[in-house]
């Protein structure tokens, strides 16, 4: 393969990958990722030692040993452009050789596991619970860009869902990582998983700006194809879930739900919900 130029991959004067700032020995191959920078310390105050602090911009980066075992955690902030960045700049760091500026023959496969906040699609879905993603279902454009490949029943989701929204664009559609799902999730709810382009009117939110489709809450909640059916709502698990097909890692996102959306509730315990899930988490990891 050609040598990857100066200006696709971008490396800093001290090695470094251009957004994360961080070295290939910086990261673990197993990481988790968080939305809020603030929530890095609420997982790693877990681990019992830290060797590597980094912080740039919204990503934050602490890895150290949990129980033994080194892991990673990194935030993101919000929306999926964050996770495009975030998704193409870890796979650099294991797959691409920076002095060659060419890709490793040997690709390294990160397991890789989103732990952030979720709003419930159905009222069956309470606060306080917590349900693993085995689709995720983007409404952003990040894979218009993109070659990702979807099976005919992928395509049937999303071709369903694009009509009875009434929107111009393509919804996409991926399944999260079985092997993590098999290890991590079996006791939580499991769902599909909205990534919405952003938090208010995309999520149905009504302050001052309006909302062009004034049932659109009603039409997530209702939307079936067969037994698939949403369940929650966020704003950046298909874009993980599609990146992970495309560069080839596994990829699961757990759902802290902090509001029903149909019932109208914010949990008060919203910060207890999601330690919860974070001790859940590192166990099982």
Do not use: W
């Amino acid at each position: 393969m050609a040598v990857i130029p100066e200006s696709e991959l971008i490396i800093n004067k001290n090695g470094t990958v251009y957004h994360l700032n961080l070295l290939p020995e910086h990261i673990s191959d197993t990481i988790i990722t968080v939305g809020d920078p603030d929530r890095v310390a609420m997982v790693s105050r877990y681990f019992d030692k830290i060797e590597i602090e980094v912080a740039k911009r919204e990503f934050i980066t602490h890895t150290g040993y949990y129980k033994g075992k080194r892991l990673t955690v990194i935030s993101t902030g919000m929306g999926t452009d964050n996770i495009d960045i975030l998704m193409n700049e870890l796979d650099a760091l294991v797959n691409i050789d920076f002095q060659s500026r060419e890709p490793n023959e040997e690709k390294i496969k990160l397991k890789i596991v989103r732990v952030g906040t979720s709003g419930s699609l159905q009222e069956s879905i309470p606060l306080g619970s917590h349900v693993a993603s085995h689709y995720g279902v983007g409404l952003d454009s990040l894979m218009e860009f993109y070659p990702l490949e979807q099976t005919a029943d992928e395509q049937s989701i999303t071709k369903t869902l694009k009509e009875q929204l009434g929107v111009s664009f393509t919804p996409y559609c991926v399944p999260g990582s079985k092997m993590l799902i098999d290890k991590l999730a079996l006791d939580m709810i499991p769902g599909n998983t909205l990534t919405c382009p952003g938090f208010y009117a995309p999520q149905g939110r009504v302050l001052r700006g309006g909302l062009r489709n004034q049932n659109l809450l009603q039409v997530y909640q209702d939307f079936k194809v067969c037994d698939f059916q949403l369940t929650n709502f966020e704003m950046e698990t298909a874009g993980y879930y599609a990146m992970g097909r495309l560069l080839g890692h596994e990829m699961l996102s757990l759902n802290a739900i902090v509001a029903n959306r149909i019932t109208q509730e914010f949990a008060k315990n919203s910060e207890e919900v999601v330690d919860s899930l974070i001790r859940k988490t590192l166990d099982r990891i």
